[in-house]
């Protein structure tokens, strides 16, 4: 059965980091691109960023670009997302989610392709 598990979330005081796992299982993480979402309360989810299969491309919205950094270690079937410089404007529910690329080298950082979502890790930034 394929999983995906969040894990990382918490509270922290703005200016403050976090960094986000997400370990899947049942199934080989190198054959899936993974991305990551969030939707705060009130809101659409957002794309957050995206990672290809074997990490070589990645891509971030514009809001987190040049704060967060996602990565991936396929041995650990587990990707990352490492969130710096945290603003109250980044508290919401934060989900990873796979799919499986028709173009190796690529992701796509929109929610339409993936079809298997994690439940979710809440970020809180407030002090």
């Known amino acids: 059965q394929l999983q995906l598990v969040e894990s990382g979330g918490g509270l922290v005081q703005p200016g403050g980091s976090l960094r986000l796992s997400c370990a899947t299982s049942?199934?080989?993480?190198?054959?899936?691109?993974i991305g990551w979402f969030r939707q705060a309360p009130g809101k659409g989810r957002e794309a957050v960023s995206c990672i290809s299969r074997r990490g070589g491309s990645t891509k971030y919205a514009d809001s987190v670009k040049g704060r967060f950094t996602i990565s991936r270690d396929n041995a650990k079937n587990t990707v990352y997302l490492q969130m710096n410089s945290l603003g109250p404007e980044d508290t919401a529910i934060y989900y990873c989610?796979?799919?499986?690329?028709?173009?190796?080298?690529?992701?796509?950082?929109?929610?339409?392709?993936?079809?298997?979502w994690g439940q979710g890790t809440q970020v809180t930034v407030s002090s």
């Open positions: 989610a796979a799919y499986d690329p028709t173009v190796q080298a690529m992701c796509i950082i929109s929610p339409l392709p993936y079809k298997y």
């Open positions: 049942g199934f080989t993480l190198d054959y899936y691109a």
